[in-house]
């Protein structure tokens, strides 16, 4: 693995996934890429930009899924969290956590989304560090 594109995508499920996406890009400014919905107006699946990293969300569906896990927290690296924070208050976000500065040198904020996953917002912009790693190897095998 050599590229220098993200490779964790984190995934989401939503009880409204298009209200969650109105609500992500309206409060949070996160771009809808792409939007793949159903002819019953669920989401299939949906990419949401936040400069080059992509989160995926969908709809939940009746039936149970592994990937239902419940509420998550995310934390989205941003250059101006005042700014940030001002846009999200203005859409109506619950701010769980007030802008801070925190000992490590980040001014974060954080606000929960309307089904309940904590989205964090800061300076705070930790490097994968160790040159290029290639991806794990399978069970059994060395590494």
């Known amino acids: ?64 899924s592994v990937f239902d896990q419940g509420t998550c927290c995310l934390y989205l690296a941003v250059d101006d969290p005042d700014a940030h924070h001002a846009r999200a208050v203005a859409a109506g976000a619950e701010i769980v956590s007030e802008l801070t500065n925190l000992p490590y040198g980040s001014r974060e904020y954080a606000a929960r989304d309307p089904e309940g996953n904590v989205w964090a917002f800061g300076t705070y912009r930790p490097a994968a560090t160790g040159g290029d790693h290639p991806d794990p190897a399978p069970p059994g095998q060395p590494s």
């Open 1 to 64: 693995m050599t590229s220098a594109a993200p490779s964790i995508y984190p995934t989401l499920r939503y009880d409204d996934a298009p209200a969650a996406i109105r609500f992500l890009t309206t409060a949070f400014g996160l771009v809808a890429q792409e939007v793949d919905e159903g002819s019953d107006k669920t989401v299939n699946h949906a990419l949401l930009r936040h400069g080059p990293s992509l989160v995926m969300l969908s709809s939940r569906r009746p039936e149970p």
